[in-house]
């Protein structure tokens, strides 16, 4: 009779550590696995200590497959992961009560904190469902494989993001009956393509229940058929995707110049659904002219509908993003932080969660405060691509903050001596900064022409040498820039 074997949990993590230390980066170690806490050893299930929902939501995306891979060696086929999210650490074990984070400044929860998790999740049930076992009559038992937390609601709109979100919206009133279809939306990684099609496929099942709605990763896509080949039934691969209402494909590029039949079988379920009236929703990488490696006629198809890209948000869309993806999770940064984080992060949105996660690890792990100073360290530590970059937005809230006048009254047509003077200053310094043209720096301060820049630069330039305060002024500013 074989007994059974008790492993300590910290040997457990210890060991995973180990392995995740050799795969992942220093820095990237650091900040995500370093600060997680082991908890229990449950049967097959391994408990870590996380501080938020913000952070598992960032290990689930960008490090699912090393922790699966990690627990699976040392707890076996069967090993799971289950989190607790706490937002601060339990009080040391000679204090008698709960206590709270000391400083104004530190993340509030909207549920103060407990001993207890404030929710546990489990990583077993994370894959997508084999489709080849669902019994085809029965459409209301095929899942979705939404994330139902990425809902229109938590999709902040700006001007970046307008044309798709308004298309997708009608797409979930009306789906397969629209113009748009097949909607493609495309972008650079990072911008909310995911979000998007996950907001328009949980709002199709809000107005039409009895749709059955799919989401599959072209990855994904690609497995199932491979493993299809291989059992030799291609045909149920058929027709589960025959069998949808709507079909949302993410990030199609990823089977472009596959071979074999990958893109052939494609092709067959987008003119079995596109005939029928079935909606179809395609994420890419690139819009359908300049996407590369799919057959003809498949690229034709995918100009059919509607093309709507996601750009870059500007200032205001990345302020109202960070707030709502605070409030989400029921946390509170200063405003200065939040105004540091939206003018240094600029590329995409999956930067701005992860500078926030980092920000949110530091102080709740190690009991700091969460200050403009917190954010710069983070920031220039793990975005490192984004921290030295400088964006007039940028530019002309140091200089705004430095002469305490609104942002908005830099830019307005007035001929105010403080206002002209702060907008000559920030065309000065974007010129030096940035590798804008001097056309485009104008049009971003008050519409102003090439030439008027250019008197800007040079006024600037010669009252440094003969004006002591404006002298005093370019120094100040020059070193808040490099702050």
């Given at each position: ?81 289950k ?23 530190r ?75 097949p ?11 995911t ?9 199709t ?24 080949v291989?059992?030799?039934?291609t045909?149920?691969f ?50 359908p ?38 409030e ?56 490192k ?22 942002t ?23 010129k ?19 030439a ?28 808040k820039?490099k702050i």
């Amino acid at each position: 009779m074989m007994t059974k074997i008790t492993r300590d949990y910290k040997q457990v993590w210890a060991n995973c550590m180990d392995t995740i230390k050799d795969i992942v980066e220093p820095q990237a170690f650091e900040t995500w696995f370093v600060p997680i806490v082991p908890v229990a050893l449950e049967a097959d299930a391994l408990v870590l200590q996380l501080p938020s929902h913000l952070y598992y939501e960032f290990l689930e995306e960008k490090y699912v497959d090393v922790l699966k891979r990690v627990i699976h060696r040392e707890l076996g086929p069967s090993g799971k992961l289950k989190y607790q999210i706490v937002m601060e650490r339990k009080p040391e074990p000679t204090q008698s009560q709960t206590i709270t984070l000391p400083s104004h400044n530190r993340p509030a929860v909207s549920n103060p904190p407990t001993q207890a998790p404030i929710d546990v999740f489990n990583t077993a049930n994370r894959d997508i469902p084999d489709p080849f076992v669902l019994p085809g009559i029965q459409k209301k038992k095929i899942p979705s494989n939404l994330v139902e937390s990425l809902t229109f609601e938590n999709y902040v709109e700006g001007d970046c993001n307008r044309l798709a979100r308004s298309a997708g919206y009608a797409v979930a009133k009306d789906p397969g009956v629209t113009a748009f279809n097949p909607l493609f939306i495309y972008s650079e990684v990072g911008l909310g393509k995911t979000h998007l099609v996950n907001a328009i496929g949980i709002q199709t099942k809000i107005n039409h229940p009895d749709k059955t709605v799919v989401y599959v990763s072209a990855d994904m896509f690609y497995q199932q058929y491979m493993e299809a080949v291989k059992n030799n039934n291609t045909n149920n691969f058929l027709w589960f995707y025959q069998s949808v209402d709507v079909l949302i494909m993410d990030d199609i590029q990823f089977i472009s110049g596959t071979k074999g039949k990958t893109q052939e079988q494609f092709f067959h379920i987008f003119n079995w659904l596109h005939q029928r009236n079935k909606q179809i929703i395609i994420t890419a990488d690139k819009s359908p002219v300049e996407i590369a490696g799919f057959e003809a006629r498949l690229l034709n198809r995918f100009k059919w509908g509607l093309a709507a890209d996601l750009q870059i948000p500007d200032l205001e869309t990345r302020i109202a993003i960070i707030t709502q993806k605070l409030e989400n999770n029921g946390i509170k940064f200063p405003k200065e932080v939040i105004d540091y984080l939206a003018l240094r992060v600029t590329s995409n949105t999956r930067e701005l969660e992860g500078a926030m996660i980092a920000i949110l690890a530091q102080a709740s792990l190690n009991h700091r405060d969460i200050t403009v100073d917190l954010a710069k360290e983070m920031v220039d530590k793990y975005v490192k691509s984004n921290a030295k970059e400088i964006s007039i937005e940028y530019i002309q809230k140091i200089i705004c903050d430095y002469f305490k006048i609104p942002t908005d009254t830099i830019n307005a047509n007035t001929r105010k001596r403080e206002i002209v003077q702060a907008r000559q200053l920030s065309m000065y310094f974007a010129k030096k900064y940035t590798k804008l043209p001097l056309s485009l720096i104008g049009a971003y301060c008050g519409n102003k022409d090439h030439a008027t820049v250019l008197h800007a630069c040079k006024t600037v330039s010669n009252l440094y040498e003969t004006d002591k305060k404006m002298k005093l002024y370019v120094d100040d500013i020059d070193k808040k820039m490099k702050i």
